[in-house]
């Protein structure tokens, strides 16, 4: 049998839209900023530091939580974070 | 190629002896006005006193139509194909024809020849040739020195190992393993969310290695893979571990040559070894899962590479893991569970069913950590001469289950920060407390191995185990 000149792709066939990144903010005064706990021990520590050094900043904190580390933040949520905030920080944790 | 002729259409070759036999019988027929249009495979002029004669030397119309052995007689109707009869039955072709006194002075009946569309290589080229339409997924057109399995390689389609290289003929013929039509959605598979058919399935099969007929069992694990109860994204993404372990009940295990004895959980089996893997390469592949991508594993382990293995229900003292999940016996399910390495038990004196679940326990405690309750499954995989004691002693599935419960109770005081001057632990508060080893439906038991050897296995699982992380998930194997 003469050697295979024809491959089918076995992989998802994807094409990433390229998106631009949200533009930077300025500054931290009077934004809403929020902090996504995504339910691993201790992420909580490292989030009630942040809170403090943006509330000293002048920013306002959100706090959210993902209902488990292990599973993709639900649409709802990642919706409720998008219109509520003008950004928001995701903390890993263990 | 155009439709179908309506009449009676009849596939013969000038090769076959039968089809020489009744060359007359095909003239007298076109003769007394029967609509009749003949293929003939090899040679044009073949039957002669033919006038509707169709050259099928490129065998199209046989292969269409599945002709399997000629002489055959189709009867077709507004395009359609109504009913057809194979080799030479004079009352038969009498009926099929309504034409009575056919082919006086021939022998009544003869068999036919196989036809030129199924002999062996030729299949093959004319599925590829006619069917290769049907599939959708983009097509590579390798440069004249490029070496396929290399190429396969430096695409990253491989997980380490040398791939078969996916060619339009391999993935026609893997898709004969199943009714499933090819662009059939089978799940969408994490990370990066595609929608994944049976196609795509049955390339990232042919990758791994497996045979048309290990398919429906690939299927079925892909299908459980992407239900959320399993929670497949999480378990790639993981630091730990674990990966998809596949265990197959049921009929098929047999029909597949699968193995559930000797070396049950190790290699040299290509249905417990390509299965596995071709899993693996689909999450890889089509989901987009890497090693250092989204699988963040500290360590990992060799079960990624693939781990599948049938139950040994024969032997077993008790009912299989698919009865116990709620399939009727006799169908053939796939469970998938998310798992670590194997652990090895060994005991080698225990004559009662009391002394060897103490073992079983004692062993049971370590899974993940022996300060650890609640958090982590695990499967039990007792081996023949493990679980002929419990036969013996006319232990049921349920009642060694309990017997473990009550031993796998952890004492609050054990499993503190620092208890036993060790740091890991749980905090002060549980200290009054005491606490299962495994949630409730966290412990699975299975039979698999050789008959020699007084030595049973734990697959521990991932410490996000239940509704939070990954559940167990058994999906009925369908053609």
């Known amino acids: ?37 995504i339910s691993k021990a201790r992420g909580d520590v490292f989030l009630d530091r942040l809170e403090q050094r943006l509330g000293e900043a002048g920013a306002k904190v959100e706090r959210f939580r993902k209902p488990t580390f292990t599973r993709v933040a639900p649409v709802d949520l990642r919706q409720e ?5 003008d950004a928001v920080i995701e903390a890993l944790a263990d | 190629m155009r439709g179908l002729p309506d009449g009676i259409l009849a596939f013969v070759k000038r090769d076959c002896p039968t089809c020489t036999l009744v060359a007359p019988v095909l003239a007298e027929l076109a003769a007394r006005g029967v609509p009749l249009t003949v293929y003939t495979q090899d040679d044009p002029d073949f039957p002669p006193g033919v006038s509707a004669r169709v050259d099928d030397r490129a065998l199209e119309r046989s292969w269409r139509l599945g002709i399997e052995a000629v002489p055959t007689l189709v009867r077709v109707e507004s395009g359609k194909e109504l009913e057809r009869i194979v080799g030479w039955v004079r009352e038969e072709w009498e009926a099929f024809t309504g034409q009575p006194g056919l082919g006086r002075g021939l022998p009544a009946y003869r068999p036919g020849c196989g036809s030129r569309s199924v002999e062996p290589g030729v299949a093959e080229q004319l599925a590829v040739r006619f069917g290769a339409a049907r599939l959708r997924a983009r097509r590579i057109e390798l440069a004249e020195q490029e070496d396929a399995w290399e190429s396969a390689w430096e695409r990253g389609w491989s997980d380490g190992l040398p791939v078969v290289p996916p060619t339009p003929g391999r993935v026609l013929a893997m898709l004969e393993g199943t009714r499933r039509a090819p662009d059939e959605v089978v799940g969408v598979i994490p990370p990066d969310l595609v929608e994944c058919s049976v196609e795509k399935v049955a390339i990232n099969a042919v990758l791994a290695g497996c045979k048309p007929e290990y398919l429906p069992v690939v299927l079925a694990a892909v299908e459980a893979a992407c239900r959320d109860a399993f929670c497949m994204h999480g378990l790639l993404a993981t630091t730990w571990f674990s990966g998809p372990m596949i265990v197959v009940n049921g009929p098929v295990r047999r029909a597949i040559g699968m193995n559930a004895g000797v070396n049950a959980l190790g290699q040299g089996n290509r249905a417990n070894a390509t299965i596995g893997r071709a899993l693996q390469l689909v999450i890889r592949n089509v989901g987009g899962g890497k090693p250092g991508g989204v699988d963040r594993a500290t360590l990992g382990q060799p079960g990624k590479y693939t781990f599948c293995f049938a139950e040994d229900e024969e032997g077993s003292p008790w009912e299989p893991l698919s009865v116990e999940r709620g399939f009727a016996p006799g169908v053939s399910t796939v469970t998938l569970f998310a798992a670590g390495g194997v652990q090895g038990i060994l005991d080698q004196l225990s004559r009662t069913p009391e002394s060897l679940a103490a073992s079983f326990a004692a062993c049971l405690r370590t899974v993940t950590h022996p ?6 499954d695990a499967f039990l995989v007792v081996s023949p001469e493990h679980a002929r004691v419990f036969r013996e002693a006319g232990w049921s599935k349920a009642r060694l289950r309990q017997e473990l419960a009550g031993r796998l109770l952890l004492d609050g005081k054990e499993i503190v920060r620092g208890a036993g001057g060790i740091a890991e632990g749980f905090p002060e508060s549980f200290a009054g407390a005491q606490l299962p080893k495994f949630r409730a439906g966290g412990l699975q038991i299975v039979h698999a191995g050789g008959r020699a050897g007084l030595f049973s296995a734990i697959i521990p699982g991932w410490p996000a185990s239940g509704p939070l992380g990954s559940d167990p998930v058994s999906v009925e194997v369908r053609a």
């Open chain 1, 1 to 37: 049998m003469s050697e295979p000149r024809i491959l089918l792709d076995p992989t998802g066939e994807r094409r990433p839209a390229r998106r631009a990144r949200a533009p930077r903010l300025p500054d931290l005064k009077g934004r809403t900023i929020g902090l996504l706990d």
């Open chain 2, 371 to 376: 300060k650890f309750p609640v958090a982590t």
């Open chain 1, 81 to 85: 974070i998008a219109t509520r905030c």
